[in-house]
């Protein structure tokens, strides 16, 4: 029994000596980042700009410096354990956060993100030399640098490859927002020529242009040429019938064109009846339908 309460005595010693190094180190850092605050982004900056070319510029390494530094400092001044401090400092992640994007948005590669952060890990130990001649504090406000710009490093990727997910996103839902025009064929006749695949998303986007066309143009009559769409499955049926009635309920007549022989075939072995849909092999015997739907009156409805 003695023999363990001198082992748990100890190791609470320990456990006490070890959260006094730890405040010590993170007051140390403190210091540093308030007194040196100007040094450390002059030396930050040029580690930057010799290491690779800056995309941002002098000035607008500067300006993030200043405010990843000035976030820091504030965070080592609480109670935070250095190694927590990305991870529950809401000010620190927003400095790293804007970091990382700004050099994904302007094309730099991750590993130049990284780099920046190996360097103010180098600006930190230097400074660190400065303040204290210490081996014992030096080793331990050293490991405690370690932890926090390893973990900011790690926040960077992260949100780096976050922001070129997103980029990703928004350039494909660019392309397929240009992929799926809507043409004003004659007065209050649209067309959309769709090619490729149609999927969900796609089938959204299509329905939201050709409706939001047919109120502009007070259109009443709307043409979808598969032509260019490579295959027809019950998928693509069911995405085309829901265009179709929105079309519909908009007070407009939708056409389908383009129905090769293949794809009347599929759509036939399918079991998919686009019977009450007026269908046309070409756009142009779609476009002439259109024409006496126009000449006829508007309740004027064409089958087959």
């Keep these: 029994m003695r023999t363990h309460r001198r082992v748990a005595t100890v190791i609470c010693r320990e456990d ?7 405040v ?19 030396d930050w900056v040029r580690l930057q700009l010799a290491d690779s ?15 990843l530094l000035g976030a820091l400092h504030g965070a080592l001044g609480t109670d935070l354990p250095p190694g927590q401090v990305v991870e529950r400092d809401e000010a620190v992640r927003s400095a790293l956060r804007g970091l990382s994007e700004r050099r994904a948005r302007a ?4 590993s130049a993100t990284a780099q920046a952060i190996f360097a103010l890990k180098r600006t930190a130990l230097t400074a660190l030399e400065r303040h204290t001649d210490d081996p014992a504090a030096r080793y331990t406000a050293s490991q405690a640098i370690n932890q926090l710009l390893d973990a900011a490093g790690l926040l960077t990727f992260s949100v780096y490859v976050e922001g070129r997910e997103e980029i990703i996103r928004r ?39 050709l409706l939001e066309a047919i109120q502009t143009h007070q259109a009443r009559v709307a ?35 383009g129905v ?20 046309r092999g070409s756009l142009a015997d779609a476009l002439a339908t259109a024409m006496t739907l126009l000449d006829g009156p508007r309740t004027h409805a064409v089958t087959g």
């Design 107 to 110: 094309g730099a590669a991750p």
């Design 223 to 257: 043409i979808i040429d598969i032509t260019g769409v490579s295959t027809v499955d019950t998928a693509v049926a069911q995405h085309l019938l829901q265009t179709v009635s929105a079309v519909r309920l908009m007070g407009a007549e939708c056409l389908i064109s």
């Design 24 to 42: 010590a180190a993170r007051d140390l850092l403190a210091r540093i980042f308030a007194a040196d605050q100007d040094l450390l982004i002059d």
């Design 53 to 67: 070319p800056a995309q941002l510029g002098e000035e607008g390494l500067r300006r993030e410096a200043k405010e």
């Design 260 to 279: 090769r022989p293949s794809i009347a075939q599929t759509i036939t072995q399918l079991g998919i009846d686009l019977s009450h849909i007026v269908t």
């Design 16 to 22: 006490a000596l070890h959260g006094t190094e730890e």
């Design 171 to 209: 350039q494909h839902q660019q392309m397929v927002e240009l992929s799926t025009p809507v043409v004003r064929l004659w007065r209050q006749v649209l067309a959309v020529p769709l090619i490729g695949t149609l999927d969900s998303a796609r089938t959204q986007v299509v329905m939201q242009n």
